[in-house]
């Protein structure tokens, strides 16, 4: 192939070049495995701190999702459905569901920043990503 002919089909190149890194961002998704966080809670009238485990947390194609313990509970929050989070089962049937709300902020005076599970019958889990 001679040099003007590569340079004459550059374009085409390019052009093709440039739908692939544009098509590519809507297939990204993530998924981070098991991690052990610290954690804040008042669930069902009892209250505590203690190592929380995250079961997995990740996006895709836009929607958030997190999957975590606290008290022998497993709870899925996504941004899909962000006033509700359910308790699910280890096969990820869904066992209850309770209206709440999802914040970034402190959970204690002072504190560090935490990723806030407000309930609203006044319960409240606090992770500490």
Known sequence: MSATNV?????ILLASA?????SVPGAIAYDNGPQSLACDYSFEKREGTDTCL????????GVTWVVFEVLDRRFRYSSAA??????????ATVLD?????????????????????????????????
Do not use: H, K
């Not at 962000?82 to 096969?91: F, S």
């Open 7 to 11: 340079l004459s089909s550059l374009p």
């Open 18 to 22: 440039a739908i692939a890194c544009v």
């Open 54 to 61: 995250i079961v997995g947390s990740g996006t895709n194609q």
């Open 82 to 91: 962000p006033e509700i989070i359910e308790v699910i089962d280890d096969q």
């Open 97 to 129: 569901e309770y209206p709440m709300s999802n914040f970034y902020g402190q959970c204690r005076p002072g504190g560090q920043e935490a990723d806030i599970y407000d309930f609203e019958n006044g319960d409240r889990i606090c992770i500490y990503w």
